[in-house]
């Protein structure tokens, strides 16, 4: 009769897991609370410029910023080499007489930054802050390319010319075909 209310085996070990759960869970949401970090991009994945031409693109912000901070802006060239000077050879300045752009409390931006090619080629424009409020690593997957081209029309051509070569290269291919199938006839 009084069997069914001594707990089983059974129904401790559920208790006890759903207790763990309900604890493990409150510890990570204290944990991802303290870790709320301002996201932040860029209003394209990449930028195509023509030499002396100026173009403009956006920082986007997730959330307003806690805090006075200023981004870095980084230019890399080649695969992992990574410059945060403020000149560069392929792009005019793209923030003049300053290498950083300051920011205030509560920003929430679009913030539009220009930029002017110089020389021909590409290079990925990112951005880096000594802040604690943005997530170092997502700013160092956060980047824009940037495309500085002789002429939009050169590209065109190119690609044309590109498509038409690889046309006559396939079809270069089945006279041959043709022959080998006649001569089994």
Partial sequence: MFSS???SRTHIIVFIAFNWILCTQAFLQTDV???EFVHVSFSEDSLEVEIDE???FNILF???LKSDTS???TYEEEENQIQTCQQHKLIQDVLPNNTDLP???NETGPITVN???KSAGHLNLGLN???QQFDSEELKSTYITVKILHSHALVIINAVIGWIYFAAWSISFYPQVYENWRRKR
């Fill in 5 to 7: 209310c001594i707990p």
């Fill in 33 to 35: 609370q303290a870790q």
């Fill in 54 to 56: 100026t173009k403009t």
């Fill in 62 to 64: 997730g959330e307003a």
């Fill in 71 to 73: 981004l870095i802006f």
């Fill in 103 to 105: 920011l205030q409390v």
């Fill in 115 to 117: 930029v002017t090619g």
């Fill in 129 to 131: 802050s000594s802040s």
